[in-house]
């Protein structure tokens, strides 16, 4: 087993982006709106990401972003009567706005993923003990750099296709580069953890 979470496993991650943008093309089949398409996508994950943190009475922050973004994108909608920049626009947003976090946490020598393992090292002396090594703290500060670098290129290549892709074809040509840049990022992990893990520079506990 490995230590992955369950939802930043491969068919999740896929289903995340593949499965809004055939809800677009269905939506815009149906209505016959770009524009309106766009709008009931973005809000649709928001609406049930709000209906699990009720339910389950449990705050995500990553969710608390996305439903924020899009309140606003929403919002921007409305008051510009119909202009889909803004929804455009929050795609890059979330990812953005997380990869900058990350980058800022590497800048400031407080990796987000440094936090996390000394967090879980106060309760399990292993990974307090693989903490002491220096060249482990330096793996998890480049982990940490590799996957902030990896979002913030894709709320800025996001970005870009907002300001200059027509409304009609911006869900198929950003899913596509998102695809790539996530992939992308995806690969560079897997390759960095598989070099750390036969230099025995770093071990995941199994999670269980």
């Known amino acids: 087993m490995n230590g992955r979470p369950p939802q930043l496993s491969p068919r999740r991650i896929a289903a995340g982006l593949l499965l809004p943008l055939a ?15 766009l709008a009931i996508t973005e809000a649709g994950p928001a609406a049930w990401l709000v209906f699990v943190a009720i339910t389950r009475r ?15 994108a929403l919002a921007a909608y409305a008051l510009s009567g119909g202009d889909p920049l803004a929804l455009k626009l929050r795609r890059g947003a979330v990812t953005g706005t997380v ?8 800048a400031l020598r407080r990796p987000i993923l440094l936090l996390v393992a000394e967090h879980a090292a ?13 060249a482990r703290r330096r793996a ?4 940490t750099a590799i996957i902030g670098l990896t979002f913030t290129i894709d709320g800025l290549t996001q970005v870009v296709l ?4 027509p409304t009609g074809s911006f869900v198929a040509d950003s899913t596509a ?3 790539l840049v996530l992939g992308t990022g995806a690969v560079i992990t897997y390759f960095f953890l598989r070099h750390l893990k036969g230099r025995d520079r770093l071990h995941f506990p199994d999670g269980h």
């Open 177 to 179: 580069v998102r695809i």
């Open 99 to 106: 990869g900058a976090a990350w980058l800022a946490s590497v």
């Open 140 to 143: 998890v500060k480049i982990l």
């Open 23 to 37: 809800a677009y093309l269905v939506i815009r089949a149906v209505i016959g709106s770009a524009t309106g398409a």
């Open 162 to 165: 907002a300001l200059t892709v």
């Open 58 to 72: 449990r705050v995500d922050p990553l969710a608390v972003l996305s439903t924020l973004t899009v309140a606003i």
């Open 122 to 134: 106060k309760i399990n002396p292993e990974v307090a003990a693989r903490l002491a090594d220096p």
